[in-house]
């Protein structure tokens, strides 16, 4: 049963089961109760009875063994794999044989080899070239008759009144002649599943820009931003429209991985924006707009497919039945049967509206494709038995999509949203347009807010999946044509204010147009930036193995907001930004400094590296380092890099039980230093609960240099990411292959200004959830200001000068001020601290000194 549903969705989705031809060549099933369709999947094929004149079943078991032996369906196999391995359909297939003109653009790509050359993907479109024209491109995920690619050929139709029009698919579909008919260009490629490969889609870009200029793009759905980095790396401005809430998208980096490549990010709600921050906080530093979309044409594709008669008549014939019918009212949901669509909800709320309406007799229509309870054992069948078990079966009809909706809006008295999540849907702005009462719940979709917005939330918003307030809107709306009328009206006037295309595709126009010097800047301080010669790639983290490439991605990322990190140590590009409010997306901060001959300031920090030769200074006693072993597995590797070292400072240890505490000090026999204290102490504070409460004391009387380690871990993250980070801390600080604690603490007794070194992180981390709980600390501490940017010890280790740090010791915290264990791994006193520290040095007079080691990075 699961593998003839299986086959059932293959065939069914591309299309290239022919019912009519079936039921020519096959007589005798004319009349059985059953779908055609699954027939062939459940006998058909068995039977040698074929799918269609495009394909022969027989020929294609003959010529594959593998196929026959492995009893698959031909058909389901064919569009599964055997196509993309280059089999084909039947002994004559060519293309010229395969093409129906039914089915235009489609066929031809679905009998299309696997092995394509770049120019197969090119396609001529009707549309003239104009010299005296400006070319832009437009990027649809696919081409099929819904709502994304319609207002991406909304999009493409007009500006083909002004521009040469290029359209690009991930994948074709149904109206991809419409677009031919508004597009000087098309490109298919074909992808079955959507994901581009960089390596095409750089190819794809490369080829389109030698024959064309393009001044800028604009790709549509999140689904299409696998053509983003292309368009960005040959500096083509981009407009990246969002229709989706992110909650709903996969993988989450999805909306990052976007956001970096695109110059703009336009939502078309307010929510899909707050949903889109709440998920990625960091988008707030992305340059974004948001933009309602207008009211979009459906495109005449009547002589591309065939009308669907089969679902038209089934629509008439319940819009004739109701208008028999002088008290009828038609509730009208529209859309894909699919949870999201919350046709369930639906169906909840028709239960409830008939059973006590008065004086009417109201019939719920849903619209859309998906419905099939008798081979969907998943949401179509429960559907079927909510409606079964309401007892309102006759009164709600689910029926497929239809190209006649206008019919549809015209019969109806109101349009329900039943969205559980839902954007921003066409069918409400359509709805409105002709004067549709649209009821939704708040929350739930980009109209409700619009709708509130103009006081009709009373009459047409009910809250978050509310069926019980729903419901009753929806009777109230039932039995006063006095107020549906009212509402209708305004609606209308709503839509004409708020979704009027030409006004969105004029402000995409003046968005495309503002983006191009911006671009221009960019490439120039790639240039900059590269000339300069100053990348560090063995400190950048980055997969990009070339320079330039990797320029590329740091200039993109410091101009989106997204991944921000340093190109080099010892230069903090957001405190010189900070410090240049006026280049704010003018400029690339390195850029600007590095034209600016490098100027001296809060943004540019002294290095220590393997490399720097300091006198030696006299071996002091004066000189400790707190170790907290909280994972005594990682001590060996802590004393193994000191042994490395000159200098041997007092150590002094924290542990977490007496178990750990014998073992330390085994550990430690060998040490050329003194082991001063191993003190078991409670599981407050972490690792700098110790530091401060246990040894804060002893530290900050006796010593003039203290260092502060810990054995890391981070529980969740990926341990190969963990033991990275604890390398670059420990290589960093102590050293094994370097002794970097005899050139710290050389440096530190030579230069004494110097409060505070640790390594310089190649992350761009700031304030993130911790501000709250810094600004108090930072009051105790007489710090005053707390700047966006800053460098800090991230991951709390480091070398400090006692003088320096004197004002945390006399925090004289207690353990008991320290917060309770399981930590977040963002957000709490402790990340606060750690943050804090820098601040404390530069209050005191002391200077903070970063550490990189060559080849050493997170």
């Known amino acids: 049963m699961l593998k003839e549903i299986y086959y059932y969705f293959i065939i069914k989705k591309n299309n290239l089961f022919d019912e009519e031809y079936y039921l020519l060549h096959n007589p005798d099933i004319r009349y059985m ?36 032996n492995a009893e698959i369906n031909p058909l389901a196999h064919f569009l599964k794999s055997g196509m993309k391995e280059g089999r084909l359909p039947h002994k004559n297939a060519d293309l010229s044989g395969l093409v129906s003109k039914s089915r235009g653009f489609r066929l031809q790509k679905l009998f299309e080899k696997s092995n394509k050359k770049i120019n197969d993907y090119f396609l001529q479109g009707e549309s003239t070239f104009e010299e005296n024209r400006e070319t832009i ?8 008759l819904t709502g994304a690619p319609v207002l991406a050929w909304n999009i493409a139709k007009n500006f083909s009144e002004k521009y040469n029009v290029i359209s690009l698919f991930l994948r074709g ?40 200029n393009v001044k800028f793009a604009i790709i549509n759905s999140i689904v299409s931003r696998g053509i983003l980095p292309a368009l960005a790396k040959n500096y083509i401005p981009t407009l990246h429209l969002i229709h989706e809430f992110a909650a709903y998208i996969k993988p989450q980096n999805a909306f990052l991985n ?47 497919i065939d009308q669907d008669i089969q679902d038209n008549s089934e629509l008439i014939k319940i819009v004739e039945k109701r208008k028999k019918i002088s008290n009828s009212i038609i509730v009208l949901g529209v859309g894909y049967v699919q949870i999201r669509k919350g046709v369930d909800l639906f169906i909840a709320c028709a239960s409830k509206a008939i059973k006590n309406v008065k004086d009417k007799d109201i019939h719920f229509l849903w619209i859309g494709d998906g419905y099939d309870p008798e081979l969907d054992i998943g949401y179509s069948s429960f559907l079927s038995e909510q409606i079964s078990r309401s007892g309102i079966e006759g009164k709600v009809s689910i029926i497929k999509s239809t190209r006649n909706i206008e019919l549809a809006y015209e019969a109806a008295d109101m349009l329900l949203i039943s969205s559980r999540l839902d954007p921003l849907p066409n069918v409400a702005i359509d709805a409105m347009m002709h004067k549709l009462p649209v009821l939704c719940f708040n929350k739930a979709t980009g109209i409700a807010e619009i709708l509130i917005n103009n006081d009709l939330e009373n009459e047409c918003v009910a809250p ?24 209708g009206v305004h609606l209308q006037e709503i839509a004409f204010e708020n979704f009027e295309m030409s006004k969105y595709i004029n402000e995409l126009e003046n968005a495309g147009l503002e983006l191009i010097n911006r671009v221009k800047q960019e490439k120039k301080d790639v240039a900059t930036i590269v000339k300069a010669d100053v990348a560090r790639m063995d400190f950048y983290p980055t997969s990009i193995q070339n320079t ?42 390195l850029a600007h400094y590095l034209q600016a001959a490098e100027p001296d300031g809060p ?5 220590i590296s393997e490399i720097n030769k300091f006198p030696q200074a006299a071996i002091k006693e004066d000189v400790a380092l707190h170790i907290h072993v909280y994972y005594p597995e990682l001590l060996p590797e802590i004393l193994k890099c000191l042994d490395q070292n000159r200098i041997h400072p007092d150590l002094f240890f924290s542990v977490p039980n007496t178990a750990v505490n014998i073992n330390v000090s085994e550990m430690t026999g060998d040490y050329h230093g003194q082991v001063k204290k191993i003190v078991t102490v409670p599981n407050r504070g972490r690792d700098i609960g110790p530091f401060l409460t246990e040894f804060g004391s002893a530290l900050s009387q006796n010593y003039e240099i203290i260092g502060h380690v810990h054995t890391k871990k981070t529980s969740g993250f990926n341990e190969e990411i963990i033991v990275k980070w604890r390398n670059f801390l420990l290589e960093n600080l102590i050293g094994g292959t370097y002794k970097m604690a005899d050139n710290i603490i050389n440096q530190m007794l030579n230069d004494t200004s110097i409060g505070l070194v640790f390594p310089d992180n190649p992350d761009i981390i700031g304030w993130d959830k911790n501000l709250s709980f810094a600004r108090p600390l930072a009051e105790k501490l007489g710090i005053e200001q707390l700047p966006k940017h800053f460098n800090f010890p991230v991951g709390t280790m480091f070398w400090g000068r006692v003088k320096a740090l004197q004002p945390l010791f006399e925090l004289d915290l207690k353990y008991e001020d320290y917060p309770t264990e399981p930590l977040p791994y963002d957000g709490s006193m402790l990340h606060a601290l750690e943050r804090l520290l820098p601040f404390v040095v530069k209050n005191m007079g002391y200077k903070n000194v970063l550490t990189n080691v060559k080849g050493i990075t997170r």
């Open 603 to 607: 943004w540019k920090y002294e290095i």
């Open 33 to 68: 109760d059953i779908n055609p369709l699954l027939h062939y999947i459940k006998f058909g094929w068995l039977e040698g009875r074929n799918p269609g004149p495009l394909f022969d079943n027989n020929w294609y078991l003959r010529n594959y063994n593998d196929v026959k």
């Open 464 to 487: 978050y999946l509310d069926i019980e307030t729903m419901s009753k809107k929806i009777i109230t709306l039932t039995e006063s044509k006095t107020l549906r009328d009212k509402v």
């Open 137 to 144: 491109l437009v990027v649809s995920h696919e081409a099929e």
């Open 548 to 589: 330039s490439d990797a320029i590329k991605h740091y200039v993109r990322s410091w101009a989106s907001g997204i991944g921000r990190k340093k190109l080099f140590p010892g230069f903090h590009p957001g405190v010189y930004l900070e410090n240049f409010p006026k280049i704010k997306n003018t400029q690339d901060p």
């Open 173 to 212: 579909g149904e109206i991809i002649e419409s677009f031919s008919n508004v597009s000087i260009l098309l490109i298919d490629l074909d992808l079955p599943n959507f994901q581009l490969d960089g390596q095409v889609a750089d190819q794809i870009i490369e080829k389109l820009l030698k024959n064309y």
């Open 258 to 304: 976007a956001a970096l490549w695109a110059n703009l990010t336009i939502f078309s709600t307010s929510m899909t924006y707050e949903n889109a921050l709440l998920v990625h906080p960091e988008l707030r530093e992305h340059s974004n707009a948001i933009i309602p979309q207008g009211k979009c044409e459906i495109p005449n594709i009547d002589d591309v």
